[in-house]
């Protein structure tokens, strides 16, 4: 299950590393920072989790705190791409 849990992640990150390159501009050496950043995240996370039982996800819960609601950006619909960049 970890392994799964592993290759989510890293297609996760992927993605989002590949959103930030084509929509921003980060080249290789900005986006290592961005994925060494997140790394560091992920890892104390999983030490969070190891220690509570039924928690909440904190991340959700701190990204609401300053007005951004994954949960309710997941829920609307999709219908047409966000072109950032010109």
């Keep these: 299950m970890h392994e799964l849990d592993d290759k989510f992640s890293a297609e996760i990150c992927a993605m989002l590393l590949w959103a930030l390159h084509e929509e921003f ?26 220690m509570q039982d039924n928690a909440e996800f904190i991340l959700l819960y701190k990204l609401r705190q300053i007005g951004v609601d994954v949960e309710k950006w997941t829920a ?10 010109e």
């Design 76 to 85: 609307e619909p999709q219908t047409q791409k966000v072109v950032l960049k």
């Design 25 to 50: 501009g980060f080249g290789a050496d900005r986006l290592r920072r961005v994925w060494d950043c997140v790394a560091v995240h992920r890892a104390e996370l999983l030490k969070h989790y190891d």
